[in-house]
């Protein structure tokens, strides 16, 4: 069953690619919801963030001041669990599988298995609450989320020029969310994006211009632990299944910057039943939404803007 | 090379007053350590001058092959045949000519951690000395300088290497007004680790290993712990003594959590005295970084206490290495059998006066943000000034550890005062060179460029991180 959790989270391949083009009566705003933000700065390899924050509608400005890609990813240890404990009980199997993968040339089948082995059983009770997709060098994204009280712990596990996960070499790092409550509530997006076990859809008038995206998760994955999305530009001729393959952490050069395409946000892995918003500026041109855990492979959408 | 350059002026100077100085010298011997002498239980580098207020050796970087681990020989880098290298004494207001020789295959320098000298004179990577090549190095003692310092090799990605080699010393400056009796049993204790291999020569990672992969994240830790050059060596008090301890922490990456099983009184860190002694059960001890203390002989004649490194956790929990946890033997203080000392040392309540840096004056706040292996999301660029400030300059330096272990940062050729650490004022004023900041905390200090333009590196002190580039430029000017 752990096996299958976790094939589940890191395999990401290909399994319908769809033209989409999609119209809707919503409207893009940012709402009410700047009144309780925080910023996190990513450089290479590390965050700068508060180390404490209040709960409920946080909106997170996460901009990326390093010189490769870089996302924010949001954990949440059961209660009692440390910073300290999820980093060697948690990032040594996954750094300890990827060295098994990139130095001793194992199976992604046989890592995956060494992975369900050398896990802590808590794990199975991390939830993952969100966070940033990937974006390039420079670049600045928003997301909100409603945060529950607790230890959460940021991290990045993109992978440096030798094949180091960003996290091990410094860019994982402890933030408390307290008991005090912000006042803030959600934004209102102008687009709408539900991901089930196998589908994603989405809703809105995907034009040019800024938008704010809502991502709920309909349905819990039966094995894994949520869905994300993220978004990037694509050109015409773009290997769509390339992406889903680079996007791949046991991929040898997966998840390395440069990316083939131009990643500009989205949402990490949310659960059942949350929804978390995202925004993203979109031109004329083909986008690609990338949904890496829906169904057992991941789907994509592909999106031209007009 | 023009930003260099502009220091060699100031250098042509100082080098005239000391040849002026070197020319009454009489008496030059080969002897580069007094036969038979030492100093706070260390051997000392003979004063070649007998002209009061000069002090000048010689100093010899070589390969040799001596035994550090008893009946073992080992290939070593060694100042002078020695690890560690003689120690360099000398008083405030002192002239010291230290007439230095590079016998090592490649190219090192000599840098006098903590002292306040002029940038030529720092031995930083911008002054290497080749192979075969002699350098003087010459320098006043300020006023107010008197402590513990220590000298190392510090060229530009091999400082790990040549100070796990052997290379370093230490430096007592005196003070003609030390506040404490030299009555005091003095001793330096010079505490570094090193790894051996079963044919018992030192033994670094090799390239693309696993090891290496964790010693550049960590550091290189050793497990073989020294005290100067002994292991566990053995060191005597009377019960009721007194004594007076300097200890300098040369290892590469190893930070120590030093422990007696008694209270001890700490007097003084890298910049000398405190103002007022403060009594502790440990303390922690960084890279670089230097302490006074006043053990008191509490025990009965005859008894025994170890000192002891205790488990500090400094580092990313994912690399912390399986025994952390462990507590190490340092060294054993044995009681003699005499009878008690009658009457006990009285510690003053008031060691010195620190001249107080004001915030007020601060011009400039430089933020330093640490990630392993660059500041500033930046590694060391020796054609790269990073920081310019003006000579004369009071400015603050925030120091922000944005990654889960332990960076000690040090800053080159002037000491500072620490303000607060993660917001907190500090309690006790005092001039430091190194200051290690835990994972995700913060530390500011404050420091003003008094006399000497240049370019100053800082870094951080895990010998390591250094040589990946975890290092910038203070241009002084």
């Known amino acids: ?306 | 090379m023009n930003a260099i350059s502009a220091y060699i002026l100031p250098l042509i100077v100082s080098g005239l007053l000391f040849a002026m100085a070197a020319v009454s010298v009489n008496n030059i011997q080969s002897s580069h350590v007094l036969e038979n002498k030492t100093v706070a239980g260390q051997p000392v580098l003979e004063n070649l001058s007998s002209e009061p207020g000069i002090v000048e050796v010689e100093l010899t970087a070589s390969k040799e092959r001596i035994s550090l681990k008893p009946g073992v020989e080992t290939d070593v880098y060694a100042y002078n045949g020695q690890v560690p290298g003689p120690l360099l004494e000398a008083s405030e207001g002192d002239s010291v000519i230290i007439r230095f020789k590079n016998d090592l295959p490649e190219k090192t320098t000599v840098h006098w951690h903590g002292l306040h000298l002029p940038f030529v004179m720092d031995g930083s990577p911008f002054h290497p000395v080749e192979p075969g090549e002699t350098f003087t190095y010459t320098f006043r003692i300020h006023e107010g300088t008197a402590g513990t310092y220590w000298y190392h090799p510090h060229p530009h990605h091999r400082t790990a290497w040549q100070v796990g080699m052997g290379l370093y010393g230490g430096i007592i400056i005196r003070d003609p007004n030390d506040p404490l009796p030299d009555t005091l049993t003095e001793k330096l204790l010079i505490l570094s680790d090193n790894r051996f291999d079963e044919d018992g020569e030192i033994e670094f990672a090799e390239p693309n290993s696993r090891q290496e992969r964790v010693d550049d994240m960590n550091g290189r830790d050793g497990d073989v712990l020294f005290v100067n050059d002994e292991i566990m060596p053995e060191l005597s008090i009377r019960s009721g003594e007194v004594q007076r301890w300097r200890i300098v922490n040369a290892s590469g990456a190893r930070m120590y959590r030093l422990a007696l099983g008694h209270t001890f009184t700490h007097i003084g860190s890298d910049g000398g005295l405190f103002e007022h002694p403060k009594e502790v059960d440990e303390i922690i001890l960084s890279n670089g970084e230097r302490a006074e203390l006043l053990v008191h002989g509490t025990g009965e004649p005859g008894s025994k206490v170890i000192l002891q490194d205790l488990p500090y956790d400094r580092y990313m929990p994912m690399w912390r290495p399986s025994n952390w946890d462990e507590t190490n033997d340092l060294l054993t203080l044995r009681y003699t059998d005499e009878s008690p000392v009658k009457e006990p040392f009285e510690v003053p309540e008031t060691l010195r006066k620190i001249p107080e840096l004001n915030i007020d004056d601060a011009t400039e706040t430089r933020v330093m943000r640490m990630s392993n292996g660059k500041i500033n999301s930046k590694t060391m660029d020796m054609s790269r000034v990073d920081e310019t400030a003006e000579l004369g300059a009071t400015e603050i330096w925030d120091i922000r550890n944005l990654v889960g272990m332990d960076h000690p940062f040090h800053l080159h050729g002037f000491q500072f005062q620490v303000i607060d650490r993660n917001g907190e004022p500090v309690s006790q004023r005092k001039w430091k060179d190194t200051v290690n900041v835990p994972g995700f905390e913060s530390a500011r200090f404050i420091v003003r460029y008094d006399n000497y333009p240049g370019l100053w590196m800082f870094h951080c002190h895990i010998l390591d991180h250094e040589d990946q580039g975890m290092m910038g430029i203070l241009e002084v000017k």
């Open chain 1, 1 to 306: 069953m752990k096996k299958l959790l976790t094939i589940t989270l890191f395999t990401v391949i290909v399994i319908g690619v769809v033209n989409q083009q999609l119209y809707a009566q919503m409207h893009s705003s940012d709402g009410g919801h700047m009144d309780h933000s925080i910023t996190i700065l990513a450089e290479d390899y590390a965050f700068q963030a508060p180390n404490e924050i209040p709960s409920g509608w946080t909106t997170i400005e996460f901009t990326n001041e390093g010189n490769e890609d870089h996302f924010l990813f949001i954990a949440k240890p059961p209660e009692g669990k440390t910073f300290s404990d999820y980093a060697s009980g948690v990032l040594t199997p996954f750094n300890n599988v990827w060295y098994a993968l990139r130095d001793d040339g194992i199976s992604q089948e046989d890592a995956m298995g060494k992975l369900g082995a050398d896990l802590p059983e808590w794990f199975w009770t991390v939830e993952f609450i969100g966070g940033t997709g990937i974006i390039p060098a420079g670049a600045t994204t928003q997301i909100t989320l409603n945060l529950d009280p607790g230890v959460h712990i940021l991290e990045c596990y993109m992978k440096t020029g030798d094949g180091e996960m960003h996290n091990v070499e410094g860019m994982m790092r402890e933030i408390t969310v307290t008991e005090s409550p912000s006042e803030t509530s959600q934004p209102d997006a102008d687009i709408a994006i539900t991901l089930s076990n196998f589908d994603m859809n989405i809703e809105g008038d995907l034009k040019p211009g800024k938008h704010t995206f809502s991502v709920h998760v309909s349905e819990h994955p039966e094995q894994g632990f949520g869905h994300n999305v993220h978004v990037a530009r694509v050109n015409s001729d773009t290997d769509a299944q390339e992406i889903q393959r680079y996007m791949n952490f046991m991929e040898i050069d997966g998840l390395q910057t440069p990316p083939p395409v131009q990643f500009i946000g989205g949402m990490h892995i949310i659960p059942q039943g949350e929804t978390g918003y995202f925004t993203a500026e979109l031109q004329p041109g083909r986008y690609l939404f990338l949904s890496e855990y829906t169904g057992h492979l991941g789907v994509m959408k592909d999106i031209t803007i007009e």
